[in-house]
């Protein structure tokens, strides 16, 4: 095998030569083919989030519409109990429709009064408020009165009576004073 | 043999060394590779320019639709939250109790001799439990049996609409006064009753089954 003679100069510039060498390839993954390769990999990230997105999305759009066509009733229904309450704070309405209510009745003098109100503890309601009420009805007699209480319970859907009073009027022992603990349900606005 | 002088030794030598030249050399060399490293790169360049190209149509078409679906997930969202809100609001109005027909009950089991006073109802344990206490007088020449009958005719009614119905007396007494019922004298009682029961309808037992033909 034939021996590489060298001379030191010789010996000098193949070092030289290395050490260009390493310094291109070092130039070229550190400032052109590396970033090129990131910029690259980053599209085809956002691209596969936008396609998976974009799929995704005709589903969305599909369940939604099913969801509108499923929903009807529901819609109804919510809107009809919204419905059932007035705009405004419940102190302000309540107590005069008691009134009205037991006096189509023929029931007068009722009186409602706030006793609390509180948030219901279910989180589906928790734009809702479950207020407590208290209504005195200072005579009444049995049979008026139960078909009242019926008439309200049916009226008011998301009224419930918690409490229920009867007593008789010494001096008038055919007529009641009764005293009603109601709940209701209101939407918060 | 005639004497061969080579006078251009060292000028062939040098020729020689120039052309050995391991800088020269090492210089192609790198051209090579930097020719074939830019080739590379031109190749991986074309390919992310393609690339960021498909990604330019896949974000228009994204921006196009985006809105509508923005929009139907909200919908969707609202619809989701309408229809629970429904589904436990319509709970709560199922489990209601209703005393119009506890008191109409309570009335039909109350015979002329047996006045009630007082009544006290109250739901229970989450609206599942009714407790109701009464009280009233009951007159005949046995008062206690006319308060007793009115006590079983209540478990009876009651039964029929309601489950785990309990009525016990709280106090029965007999009273002093004489009290005069159609021309007849008749003692009374003082009676207080305390009812719970379940809203829920009893259950009603299960039919037996058919005895199969031998």
């Known amino acids: ?189 | 043999m005639g004497l061969h002088l080579n006078l251009l030794h060292e000028e062939i030598q040098q020729q020689r060394d120039r052309q050995r030249d391991p800088l020269k050399i090492g210089m192609m060399v790198l051209a090579g590779i930097g020719a074939l490293l830019f080739l590379y790169y031109g190749w991986n360049a074309y390919r992310t320019i393609e690339i960021k190209s498909r990604f330019a149509n896949v974000d228009r078409e994204w921006t196009k639709i985006e809105p509508s679906v923005t929009a139907a997930q909200k919908r969707a969202d609202e619809l989701t939250g309408i229809i629970k809100t429904t589904r436990v609001l319509d709970q709560y109005i199922d489990s209601r109790f209703f005393w119009g027909p506890l008191l109409q009950k309570i009335a039909r089991c109350i015979a002329p001799n047996a006045q009630l006073t007082s009544f006290q109802g109250a739901l229970l344990e989450d609206n599942k439990s009714i407790g109701v206490s009464i009280e009233g007088v009951a007159a005949g020449r046995e008062p206690r049996a006319v308060a007793e009958d009115l006590r079983q005719m209540l478990l009876e009614q009651l039964g029929q609409s309601y489950s785990d119905v309990k009525i016990e007396f709280k106090t029965l007494e007999d009273l002093d006064t004489i009290v005069n019922i159609s021309g007849s004298n008749m003692a009374m009682a003082h009676y207080a009753l305390t009812i719970t029961f379940n809203q829920n309808p009893p259950v009603k037992p299960a039919a037996s089954p058919a005895k199969s033909k031998k």
């Open chain 1, 1 to 189: 095998m034939k021996k590489l003679n060298l001379r030191k100069d010789q010996i000098q510039k193949i070092g030289l030569s290395l050490m260009g060498f390493v310094f291109l390839l070092y130039v070229y993954f550190s400032f052109f083919l590396g970033p090129l390769n990131r910029s690259r990999n980053a599209t085809l990230q956002a691209m596969s989030d936008r396609q998976a997105k974009l799929s995704s999305s005709k589903d969305d759009l599909t369940r939604a519409a099913t969801l509108e066509r499923d929903a009807k009733n529901a819609t109804t229904r919510y809107a009809a109990l919204r419905a059932l309450n007035p705009e405004g704070a419940p102190i302000a309405w309540f107590p005069p429709r008691v009134k009205v209510f037991f006096a189509n009745e023929q029931l007068d003098k009722a009186v409602a009064r706030l006793e609390g109100s509180g948030s219901l503890k279910q989180s589906e309601l928790s734009g809702w408020a479950k207020y407590q009420w208290a209504i005195d009805l200072p005579q009444a007699d049995y049979a008026t009165l139960g078909k009242a209480i019926a008439d309200l319970e049916n009226a008011e859907p998301l009224l419930t009576i918690t409490r229920l009073t009867i007593s008789t009027l010494p001096d008038q022992p055919q007529y009641q004073q009764v005293d009603l603990r109601v709940a209701n349900v209101i939407q918060k606005k």
